[in-house]
């Protein structure tokens, strides 16, 4: 037995080796075909899959016939699309007997490895659009459609790039699993230790300094892992004894460490896997993606600073002494050569490089760069574990942009979202802000259990196309239901990263999702302001002057936003200077100079009130232990 699981666990590394070495080929030598490059990627991420997750049930853990079968399976139907799709282009008609039961064999493959990784959710909703696809002809009303027969339904999701390997498959086979990998690199030079140091050194003397520490490097820890969970239990290791020993509140710790890696979903340069796909879906450079980024991002962590260093004035903490804090002098010194692929990273995208071309280089570099030093070397042995790691951490995406494909490829072939659109105009009375609302709710409530990226796919194409039809701009659509896609993450009452955060500070993880969800709040809101001022994406017709109003008067609004729900500004502030700080800075991250100046008034009200109504005492500003 011990022979057996020896054996299966050397095949499995060997082949994820191979499959990111496939990877590298390709993002530095030139793509393959669409469907050749995404079946091959398939079948060297679902192999694995089935013996890394094995079946649950009385054998759970223990990799089994069925396992072997279904992994068997894969690589089967996987091998023989590759080998055959170019040999008959009249085949999707009339399908032979083999590319039917291939066909089948895939189908069953992609959702079982989606159970399996995701969980029954995704897996229920394709089944639901298979069950639609069938059953068209006897469904009432708008949704009706011809129907399809399964044969001809099965060559169709198999066999073209509308289905299991439509454009999620794609952006998984290329772009997702290339940044993956280049994590992967990062982590293994130790550059992910020198973002702890150098965020603790800059941030270490702030009264929340331990709380800043949290913030910055899971903004940076973004670079090496899109995901919030993983982020959560690299950063918080470090980050909450340190909180909890400088006399933070547990759950208001538990709760930043949270909505800060959900943070690094949506944080240039390297984003969640959503984000190369509005990329693939617009057509445009990954640097144009880039761009639109920054702006919501900086307002994104501008609030969470404010909500740490106001819990921090409430408590009465203390930064740090410089004699405990690490040198950051000394760690740019040993190791801050490893920031060069990440400079050159963002140099090469400023420049217009492909996205591809951009990781494969940075990798490169990555691997040279690491020799300088014996403590940072990447061996052989550190190789292996990077091109192995990088591929492991690619398998879960993959799966969801498998079964994501059955999805698209089922409303394809439907027109579906065609239809769906029109309902969502009906609904929202042709009223984008109501369209923009019902969106967000649909965005919120899949992500009561599936991943953001699953959410982002099916969004993309039942909702987005409405709402460029009703005038808004496709970046600001496509980052919409991207934004809402990722803070899933921190939204009860399925909360994922505010659990691993609870998990961790040994807080209950109802309250801290709740606390996640009122100290993330900008984050809610910022989407809703992007979308009405596109000046805050760097896009659209704006002036450079509109462009810097749009940008200071948000910023502004978020500080006082943050203020009225936190109710601290260097004392606790009444009720009613709450709302008056609340409205004013909602209101700035609106466009139109009216409703600034409205807001301004409010603010202005906000401060008389606060000179009379609120509490003494209490400290002023971000401070440092002097």
């Not at 990111?20 to 993002?27: D, E, I, Q, R, V």
């Not at 940044?179 to 009264?207: I, M, W």
């Not at 240039?268 to 144009?288: E, H, K, Q, S, T």
Request: proline fraction near 5%; aromatic fraction near 10%; hydrophobic fraction near 55%.
């Amino acid at each position: 037995m011990e022979d057996k699981k020896r054996i299966t666990d050397a095949v499995v590394r060997w082949v994820m080796i191979g499959s990111s070495l496939f990877t590298l080929y390709t993002a530095g030598f030139g793509l393959l075909s669409a469907l050749t490059q995404r079946s091959i990627h398939w079948v060297f991420m679902s192999f694995p899959l089935f013996l890394l997750f094995p079946m649950i049930g009385k054998n759970r853990g223990k990799v089994t016939w069925m396992d072997y079968l279904l992994a068997a399976g894969a690589v089967a139907s996987g091998i023989y699309l590759t080998l055959t799709w170019g040999d008959d282009p009249l085949r999707l008609g009339d399908p032979s007997r083999l590319d039917t039961a291939m066909g089948l064999i895939m189908i069953i493959v992609v959702l079982e490895g989606s159970r399996r990784t995701i969980g029954m959710s995704l897996t229920v909703i394709a089944l639901l659009f298979l069950a639609y696809a069938y059953f068209g002809p006897y469904i009432p009303g708008a949704f009706r459609h011809k129907g399809f027969d399964p044969v001809s339904l099965i060559s169709f999701l198999y066999s073209t790039t509308e289905g299991i390997y439509s454009l999620p498959m794609g952006t998984s086979a290329t772009y997702i699993i290339i940044y993956v990998l280049f994590g992967a690199f990062l982590t293994q030079s130790g550059a992910g230790r020198l973002f702890v140091d150098l965020a603790h050194a800059a941030t270490g003397r702030l009264r929340s300094g331990p709380a800043q520490t949290t913030i910055m490097s899971n903004a940076l820890m973004g670079i090496i892992s899109g995901s919030p969970v993983a982020n959560v239990v690299t950063t918080g290791a470090f980050a909450m004894p340190l909180m909890k020993e400088t006399g933070y509140p547990m759950i208001t710790a538990a709760a930043l460490l949270a909505v800060a890696a959900c943070g690094s979903m949506f944080t240039p340069p390297v984003m969640g896997a959503g984000a190369f796909m509005i990329a693939d879906y617009l057509a445009v450079p990954y640097g144009d993606v880039v761009m639109a980024a920054v702006i919501p991002a900086a307002l994104f962590y501008l609030s969470i600073v404010i909500f740490a260093d106001s819990t921090a004035a409430r408590s009465g903490l203390h930064g740090l002494r410089t004699a405990e804090l690490p040198d950051w002098k000394n760690a740019l010194a040993q190791r801050g050569y490893l920031l060069i692929p990440i400079i050159a990273l963002v140099i090469f995208i400023v420049m217009g490089w492909s996205a591809l071309k951009t990781a494969f280089w940075c990798i490169l570099l990555m691997l040279v760069i690491s020799w300088i030093r014996p403590e940072t070397r990447m061996n052989f042995s550190k190789v292996l574990s990077a091109l192995e790691t990088g591929s492991r951490d690619n398998l879960v995406i993959a799966a969801a942009c498998a079964v994501s494909g059955i999805i698209v490829g089922v409303d394809a072939a439907t027109g579906l979202s065609v239809k769906l659109s029109s309902y969502l105009n009906a609904l929202s009375g042709n009223n984008p802000v109501m369209a923009l609302i019902l969106t967000m709710f649909a965005a919120l409530v899949l992500g009561l259990s599936l991943p953001p990226t699953p959410v982002y796919i099916i969004l993309a194409a039942l909702t987005i196309p409405s709402l460029i039809a009703m005038g808004i701009a496709p970046m600001a659509a496509h980052f919409f239901v991207f934004y809402y896609a990722c803070i899933g993450a921190i939204t009860p009452p399925v909360a994922l990263a505010a659990y691993a955060a609870s998990g961790i500070a040994k807080t209950d993880p109802w309250t801290t999702g709740w606390v996640a969800c009122r100290m993330g709040l900008v984050s809610y809101i910022v989407p809703f302001a992007f979308v009405l001022d596109p000046a805050l994406l760097l896009g659209g017709k704006a002036s450079l002057t509109s462009t810097i109003s749009s940008i200071v008067t948000a910023a502004a609004g978020v500080v006082f936003l943050c203020y009225g729900v936190e109710g601290y500004f260097r004392r606790p502030l009444s009720l009613l200077v709450r709302i008056f700080f609340t409205c004013g800075g909602l209101g700035l991250m609106l466009p139109g100079p009216r409703i600034k100046l409205v807001s301004l008034g409010l603010i202005g009200l906000g401060f008389l009130a606060a000179r009379f109504l609120s509490s003494p005492g209490g400290e002023e500003g971000i401070s440092v232990n002097g």
